[in-house]
């Protein structure tokens, strides 16, 4: 097990999260994405508080075995198995209503795309699975043998932007109708027969991105949950989060520019009605990881970090 369990995952942006955080010492922090726990190791060894959440029970048992190896961290931390969209329920349960810090990183975990039995990777041939959690029942073989044609085109549109959608998705039905679509190796190879070749990426990307959008159902209640974590935190406290891809990225933008906002209100109307106020300022503007690291870690070249503080 490395020092900061990049074995696991490699953190992103992790230096400059870190000095958007600003941990302060028994300072309560929220990390909703623990993956291999290196964001939490960091916060941890700046002397905060932690409450980690992931929907994967492996990243659990992972951090939970690494972090008892520290005797430093004993009694500062609690590792919770759940979404962290539930940040209200998981706090109240805990009875914290203050944090002086949260941190959100969008992707998935480098052991998640690495091992193959995960199905994430179409690099990599295994069971058609996709899930984070993997108590819930919904996975991509589900999707891809029992979705309709017009719901695999709506699912591969929206959610990877593939222009080629109707086409994938007509070929898929008629391959699942001669036997079942199990491993991404066949998912795969259905799609670069579907789509010409392109110049940059492999042809199977914006699908399985699509997939894995719909089993986790990542976007639905994301901006609902920077709202349930921005009122959690105190004022000065500030919210990193880290995407990876233009739709969560856009969430997490329009969330932010309308906490950002006093007001609301429909621009053709008069006077303001809606009584909004802003409950954060922007910190500064998206930063994306630097050369050396995209160099060091290509899988960071999609990586936007923007960071909104309470007022």
Do not use: W
């Not at 000095?19 to 726990?37: C, K, Q, S």
């Not at 941890?44 to 029970?57: E, F, K, P, T, Y």
């Not at 993997?134 to 929206?158: C, G, K, P, W």
């Amino acid at each position: 097990m490395s020092a900061m369990g990049e074995d696991y995952h490699v953190p992103v942006l992790a230096n400059e999260c870190m000095n958007a955080l600003g941990v302060e010492r028994d300072g309560i922090y929220f990390d909703g994405t623990l993956g291999g726990g290196n964001d939490s190791e960091l916060i941890l060894r700046s002397g905060g508080r932690l409450i980690a959440v992931d929907r994967d029970s492996e990243a659990i048992d992972y951090v939970s075995a690494r972090f008892a190896a520290n005797p430093d961290f004993a009694g500062r931390y609690e590792l919770v198995h759940d979404n962290f969209k539930n940040v209200v329920e998981i706090l109240d349960r805990r009875g914290i209503d203050g944090l002086d810090g949260a941190l959100l990183d969008l992707g998935i975990s480098s052991r998640q795309v690495d091992e193959p039995q995960r199905g994430f990777s179409y690099s990599k041939d295994g069971e058609l699975d996709m899930r984070m959690d993997r108590e819930q029942v919904l996975s991509a073989m589900h999707v891809v043998n029992e979705y309709s044609a017009d719901q695999l085109v709506r699912i591969f549109f929206t959610y990877g932007e593939e222009k080629f959608a109707r086409k994938i998705a007509a070929n898929i039905v008629a391959k699942r109708k001669l036997s079942p679509i199990e491993t991404t190796a066949q998912l795969s190879d259905i799609i670069i027969d579907s789509v010409p070749s392109r110049k940059s990426g492999h042809p199977a990307k914006k699908v399985f991105q699509a997939l894995r959008i719909e089993v986790n159902n990542e976007l639905s209640g994301l901006g609902e949950a920077i709202c349930d974590i921005v009122d959690r935190l105190r004022r000065g406290a500030r919210l990193c989060v880290i995407t990876f891809h233009s739709l969560e990225d856009r969430i997490v933008k329009q969330t932010f520019a309308s906490l950002a906002t006093d007001c609301i209100c429909d621009k053709s109307l008069p006077v303001c009605v809606c009584g909004h106020k802003a409950s954060v300022k922007l910190v500064d503007k998206a930063v994306r990881p630097s050369a050396e690291e995209q160099e060091r870690n290509p899988r960071s070249k999609s990586a936007t970090l923007r960071v909104a503080e309470k007022i």
